[in-house]
């Protein structure tokens, strides 16, 4: 298994910027995806943004040339980068990673955006 660590997130004022990170310690060489998704109140979870070992991304369409997602495989860390923030990104942030049979989740951390 897979243990993961968020940090990074905040309140920050709309427009601005904040970077989340996600350490991974454990079983790191079976993870094969890493992904940032999000759970506002009163809203399902979703995704924001997954990276591959090989470094191919995909966002979902609200965060598309806003968001940035990367990953540093010698550090075992993801990070997103979350520029031009708005109201509607405030959410609970958690980290995922995908892997042979491997679904681990973080604990989550809060994003806060005000307008």
């Known amino acids: 298994q897979v243990r993961l660590v968020e940090s990074g997130g905040g309140l920050v004022q709309a427009g601005g910027s904040l970077r989340l990170s996600c350490a991974a310690s454990g079983s790191t060489s079976d993870i094969l995806v890493m992904g940032w998704h999000r759970q506002a109140p009163g809203q399902q979870r979703g995704l924001v943004a997954a990276?591959?070992?090989?470094?191919?991304?995909n966002y979902a369409d609200f965060v598309k040339g806003r968001f940035t997602i990367s990953r540093d495989n010698a550090k075992n860390t993801v990070y997103l980068q979350m520029n031009s923030l708005k109201a509607e990104d405030t959410a609970v942030y958690s980290c995922?990673?995908?892997?042979?049979?491997?679904?681990?989740w973080g604990q989550g951390t809060q994003v806060t955006v005000s307008s």
């Open positions: 990276i591959n070992k090989g470094g191919s991304t």
């Open positions: 995922n990673a995908l892997g042979y049979g491997m679904n681990s």
